[in-house]
C-alpha cells in the first residue's frame, strides 16, 4: 500500500502564502500526474493544479497566477506554494497521485489524507 503524507495546512490571514507537501511512503515504478484537489463545505471536490508526467501543469481559473505546483521525484514529493491567499480558498486540500507501484500491474489513484486551509479575511 501507499500513503500520502500531506502537511503544511493552517490558519493564514487574506493575501497570506502556505506551503503544502505531499509526500508518498513508497517509491512508483511509474507516476502518471501529481495534483493537488480541495473541498470546501457543501461543494464538490475540486481540481486545483496537477503536474503531468512530462512537467506540464495545469490550474483551475481560480487560482492561476497566485498558486503552484511543483514536485521533487527523487523524493516522492509534490507542492503547492499558495500565495495572495484569499478567503475563498478555505477548504480542505487533497493530494493525489496516478501511478503505478514496483509489484502494482495498473495504475492507481491514492489519495492524501487531507489538509486544512483557512483564509481569514
Known amino acids: 500500500q501507499v500513503q500520502l503524507v ?22 512508483f515504478f511509474s507516476i502518471n500526474t501529481m495534483g493537488w484537489y480541495r473541498q470546501a463545505p457543501g461543494k464538490q471536490r475540486e481540481l486545483v493544479a496537477a503536474i503531468i508526467s512530462g512537467g506540464s501543469t495545469n490550474y ?3 487560482v492561476k497566477g497566485r498558486f503552484t505546483i511543483s514536485r521533487d521525484v527523487a523524493k516522492n514529493t ?10 475563498e480558498d478555505t477548504a480542505v486540500y ?5 501511478g503505478r507501484v514496483y509489484d502494482g500491474i495498473y495504475d492507481n489513484d491514492y489519495w492524501g489524507q487531507g489538509t486544512q486551509v483557512t483564509v481569514s479575511s
Open 60 to 62: 483551475a481559473d481560480s
Open 78 to 87: 509534490v507542492y503547492l506554494q499558495m500565495n495572495s491567499l484569499k478567503p
Open 6 to 27: 500531506e502537511s503544511g495546512g493552517g490558519l493564514v490571514q487574506a493575501g497570506g502564502s502556505l506551503r503544502l507537501s505531499c509526500a508518498a511512503s513508497r517509491r
Open 94 to 98: 487533497y493530494c493525489k497521485i496516478r
